[in-house]
């Protein structure tokens, strides 16, 4: 598998603040995408994931600002920011471990390079006993309509999605649930 540069594709991130917190989220548009086309096609794909999981992310998400950049370029300009999206979970049930944790959801390019997308924001009970789906860290689409939903967003990206090797990415049928290592780190500090 050859290495790429991380400015190998076109780029679009989106900066979102979710139960407490500030994230990004960054997605690879096909080599040669035109500037035009990387701030609509990046803001429509990643509106299609949070609509998808709407329904269980904090109530207070938000998108801040989003920013593109084009193919073998290092320059991030202003992009458009997708309409806002209401999360349907009290942040009053979110604890500090909460806050920090989040959904991957992994896949591979047709040509073999890892992709994944990490989303913050779900009230994630892996603690919780009697077990719940997510008490074994993995959230299967059958499991639960919202990761469903999210994986036919991800996997219906057209031809202008792509994976750092410029191929189509296809997303695996789950999430895999985790706490934030530097997140964990900044609750230690007491931030």
């Not at 803001?43 to 329904?55: G, I, K, P, T």
């Not at 860290?137 to 792509?162: D, K, R």
């Amino acid at each position: 598998m050859a290495d790429f540069a991380p400015n190998a594709t076109a780029r679009y991130v989106l900066k979102y603040h979710v139960a407490g917190r500030d994230h990004n989220m960054l997605v690879r548009l096909a080599r040669g995408t035109p500037a035009a086309s990387i701030g609509l096609n990046g803001s429509n794909y990643l509106l299609s994931v949070f609509q998808a999981m709407a329904a269980i992310l904090a109530s207070d998400l938000a998108f801040v600002s989003a920013a593109y950049a084009l193919t073998d370029s290092d320059l991030f300009f202003p992009a458009q920011v997708p309409p806002a999206v209401v999360g349907g979970s009290a942040l009053a049930g979110f604890s500090k471990q909460d806050t920090i944790t989040h959904a991957t959801f992994s896949g591979r390019g047709s040509l073999g390079s890892k992709c994944n997308v990490k989303l913050y924001g779900v009230n994630w009970a892996h603690d919780i006993i009697p077990a719940q789906v997510e008490s074994d860290f993995v959230v299967l689409a059958s499991e639960l309509t919202q990761i469903a939903n999210a994986v036919n967003a991800l996997n219906g990206g057209a031809a202008v999605i792509v994976a750092i090797d410029n191929s189509q990415p296809n997303y695996a049928a789950r999430a895999t649930i985790k706490v934030n290592d530097y997140w964990l780190r900044r609750v230690r500090q007491g931030l």
